[in-house]
């Protein structure tokens, strides 16, 4: 006898809900002002962080420009909850199977958020270290 949980009526959603990439976008936007803050300064820092950056940029670029083109170009309506609270309580289908949304939701922004709050202590260990 399988003990796992039955939930009838749940939403399922194989897409993220937008605020799901607001986050993402924010976290990298932290990492960023971040690196800016502990390591700008210095002529050779500053070139390797607008590098830095621009790597930052792009990923996030490419993935948003490519997402626009696919709901441009594909023929069925976006699944897409209409609230936050719908869309965390349901389910999200990995293609492997399905996961509660709030458990999908934490693997996802979870490794962006450690590298955001890591880079931020970098940052506060350096300037208060006089480094």
Aim: no cysteine; charged share 15%.
């Amino acid at each position: 006898m399988s003990k796992e949980r039955v939930y009838h009526n749940r939403y399922v959603s194989d897409g993220l809900h937008p605020y799901v990439y607001r986050a993402m976008i924010g976290l990298v936007v932290w990492y960023a002002l971040s690196a800016w803050a502990g390591f700008g300064g210095g002529s050779y820092a500053n070139y390797l962080l607008v590098v830095m950056t621009g790597f930052l940029i792009i990923s996030v670029a490419l993935p948003a420009i490519a997402g626009r083109l696919w709901l441009r170009h594909h023929h069925r309506e976006p699944a897409t909850a209409s609230n936050f609270e719908d869309w965390i309580a349901g389910e999200f289908d990995t293609g492997e199977g399905r996961m509660d949304a709030k458990t999908a939701l934490i693997e996802i922004l979870l490794p962006l958020a450690a590298v955001a709050f890591g880079m931020t202590g970098f940052a506060i260990v350096t300037r208060l270290g006089g480094g």
